[in-house]
């Protein structure tokens, strides 16, 4: 049963790399680099320590983790 319900609702790790990849962006804004999510502008990248696109990796990566259901 539990591999039914995989096969039916279940997201592979590459499904969640794709949306993490959609998701949260890095968008130029008045000068500035923000961190987006879904479009939306969050925050600017200037809030986070170290190199702005290691920040955004580390986003994905947790998001990945978070949303993978299935191997």
């Known amino acids: 049963m539990k591999t039914i319900y995989n096969w039916l609702f279940g997201v592979s790790k590459r499904k969640s790399e794709n949306q993490a990849h959609y998701i949260y962006q890095v968008q130029e804004y008045d000068g500035r680099l ?14 986070f320590k170290g190199e702005p696109i290691e920040s955004l990796t580390e986003i994905r990566k947790l998001y990945v983790e978070r949303n993978t259901t299935e191997e």
């Open 34 to 47: 923000w961190l987006t999510f879904g479009g939306a502008l969050v925050c600017p990248m200037d809030m």
